[in-house]
């Protein structure tokens, strides 16, 4: 009698890129990670992952692919390691194809390769139809970078420690936000890090938690803040003139991406952010709008909380 094939699951998968309402560095820790404040908040800009398993050995195979010929497709990809991480936990066996369309520019502050390793996380969740107790998944996903837990949940959220630990924050109204990912130049986050390490002072450390508290518990929308500003736009002075330009186009507000070099607007007119985007046409520019806590979880297929 001839055996049928193994069956085949797959399954496709959004990853949302992000960015920081505020962004405050208060220390270098012993560790020497940087203590941070910051508030995350999800948009709908995103990459997806297409993830098949066919269960046709004891052993585990990997096959992954990338539209962006530029991908690093080895062990350094954090989707490479968050399936390992996956497979170590869980004991997957059998094959499994992982294909991502990368859409969210690499290395521009909008969290991109974070947002790619929770996505794997949970899309291997349910297609292992496995569970996790949720404190054992955020630690999980702290294993694979700092940024990584938020993205298990998306919407607004505060970020603390090493922005690993997260604490889901009101939704404010959805927003238009116009993303300008500047032509020609990148920001090395290590050397942003070291740039706004020699401006700490510990006489700002106060005043900074007392404002951060405050931002953190309005549900107003309050002025964008970042600390990698000031370093970064002294040494690409053209961010800065981006995030004039926002401005002048009727942005309410504009600040860095992160740690750059992305930089973003945030407009109340999806009319008026679209006008705006037209202004850039050397750089790549996306008109998104901001994503609820609540939609962001319908969209990866789990209930966020």
């Known amino acids: 009698m001839k055996k049928s094939a193994p069956a085949k699951k797959s399954l496709r998968i959004p990853a949302f890129a992000k960015i920081n309402s505020c962004l405050h560095i208060i220390a270098k820790r012993p560790d020497g990670y940087h203590e941070l404040r910051t508030i995350f908040q999800t948009i709908s800009l995103r990459d997806t992952l297409h993830l098949s398993l066919k269960k046709d050995s004891d052993l585990f195979e990997l096959l992954f692919t990338s539209d962006d010929p530029a991908m690093p497709l080895g062990n350094d990809n954090l989707v490479v390691r968050a399936v ?5 936990e869980f004991g997957l066996r059998g094959s499994l194809g992982v294909h991502l369309e990368k859409k969210i520019p690499v290395a521009r502050g909008l969290g991109g390769g974070s947002s790619d390793a929770a996505a794997t996380l949970i899309g291997l969740m349910r297609l292992a139809e496995a569970s996790l107790p949720l404190a054992k998944m955020i630690k ?8 990584v837990p938020f993205f298990l949940f998306g919407g607004r959220a505060l970020a ?41 002072t510990k006489d700002a450390e106060p005043h900074k938690l007392f404002r951060f508290c405050a931002l953190c518990w309005s549900r107003q929308e309050s002025r964008l803040s970042n600390d990698f500003e000031s370093p970064v736009f002294r040494r690409h002075p053209r961010l800065e003139e981006i995030r004039a330009g926002l401005l002048q186009r009727g942005a309410a507000d504009a600040a860095l991406a992160g740690s750059g070099s992305a930089v973003f607007g945030i407009f109340r007119n999806p009319a008026q952010a679209r006008r705006s985007a037209r202004e850039f046409p050397e750089d790549s520019v996306f008109v998104v709008e901001t994503i609820s806590r ?10 966020a909380r």
């Open 84 to 88: 390992h991480a996956f497979q170590r």
């Open 140 to 147: 999980l996903a702290a294993g694979l970078g700092a940024d």
């Open 160 to 200: 603390v420690n090493r922005g690993d630990e997260i604490y889901p924050l009101a939704d404010l109204p959805k927003r238009s936000v116009v993303v300008v990912s500047p032509k020609g130049i990148g920001v090395s986050t290590k050397d942003a890090y070291e740039w706004a390490s020699a401006e700490l």
């Open 294 to 303: 609540a939609k962001y979880g319908q969209a990866m297929g789990w209930r």
